[in-house]
Each structure stands twice: as structure tokens, then as C-alpha cells.
């Protein structure tokens, strides 16, 4: 027999605000916006995230994080179900998450709209480190898909861009 539920949603959210993005360890999955629901019954839970990116090799390690998390506060049957629609964008991120990404050495997305990054080189990408504005990208993918790699003409330090989508 199952146990019945007596945590909250809103509990099952604070609790889930530990867990980390592997890739980003100084945000959370919900600072991301990566966490979208919980659907509690009286046995079990359903947790929705949302990947930053398609194809995101991180996602296998969030559910994992996600299901051993909620087990050790008592939740056994938990199912994590990833959803693409509506497709994550860099609006769920809040300005402190931006902040965090950015004393953490990752340029913060600068907008929302893909329509810049169809002209990368375009952009004014503020070095995290220095705050130039004197960058240039080096390559679309940085040290994951979801970054590109500028490198700051000031500073000369190499730094990844969060790309906005």
C-alpha cells in the first residue's frame, strides 16, 4: 500500500528548489524555469519540467535528482514527465537568476527573441566578468548547445553567452 501524500504542492516546490542544474550548479531547476507543475493525488505525484534546450543531456539527471528527492521526503511514487509545449524560454529566467549566471561567469540572454540571434554577431554581449561590451563570439556552441562561446576583446578571458530562445 501506498502512503498517502500529506506534503503540499507549494512544500513539494520548496522542496525541489534544492535541486541544481548539473550544468549551472548555482541555479536551481525552478530559477530556470525549468520546473513548470506538480500534480499531486492522495498516492502519487507528477512533477512537469521543461527542458532549456532540446535534446538537453541534463534532463536524465534532473529526473533522476527530481524522483530521489521526492523519495527521501517520503513520496514514492513519483513519475517526471518532460514536456516541450509551451517550449522553454529565457522569460521564465528571473533577474537574479541572470545575476547568478553572471557572477557565476555566463553571459545572462540579453532578450527573449530569436530574431538578434539569427545575426549572433550582432549582438552587444556584456563580458561577465569585466562588463565590457567589446566581445566577439567565437563559435554558436559554447561548453553546452544551449551557450555560445565569445571571448571579451577587454579582458581577453573566454566566456559562454546563454543563448536566447
Request: aromatic residues 8%; hydrophobic residues 35%; proline residues 5%.
Amino acid at each position: 500500500m501506498v502512503n498517502e501524500i500529506q506534503l503540499t504542492k507549494e512544500d513539494l516546490f520548496f522542496i525541489l528548489e534544492g535541486i541544481v542544474d548539473p550544468e549551472i550548479p548555482v541555479v536551481s531547476i525552478r530559477e530556470m524555469g525549468m520546473l513548470r507543475d506538480i500534480i499531486l493525488d492522495q498516492n502519487s505525484c507528477e512533477v512537469i519540467i521543461t527542458p532549456t534546450y532540446t535534446g538537453c543531456p541534463a534532463m536524465a539527471i534532473i529526473e533522476q535528482d527530481i524522483i530521489a528527492t521526492l523519495y527521501q521526503n517520503g513520496i514514492e511514487d513519483v513519475k517526471v514527465t518532460t514536456i516541450y509545449s509551451p517550449a522553454w524560454s529565457t522569460d521564465w529566467m528571473t533577474n537574479e537568476t541572470k545575476e547568478k549566471l553572471r557572477q557565476y561567469g555566463i553571459a545572462a540572454p540579453i532578450h527573449s527573441s530569436c530574431s538578434n540571434w539569427l545575426k549572433p554577431n550582432s549582438l552587444s554581449v556584456e563580458c561577465p566578468r569585466c562588463q565590457s561590451t567589446q566581445t566577439k563570439m567565437i563559435s554558436q556552441f559554447g561548453s553546452t548547445a544551449c551557450k555560445a562561446l565569445y571571448q571579451c576583446q577587454s579582458c581577453h578571458e573566454p566566456f559562454d553567452y546563454f543563448k536566447c530562445h
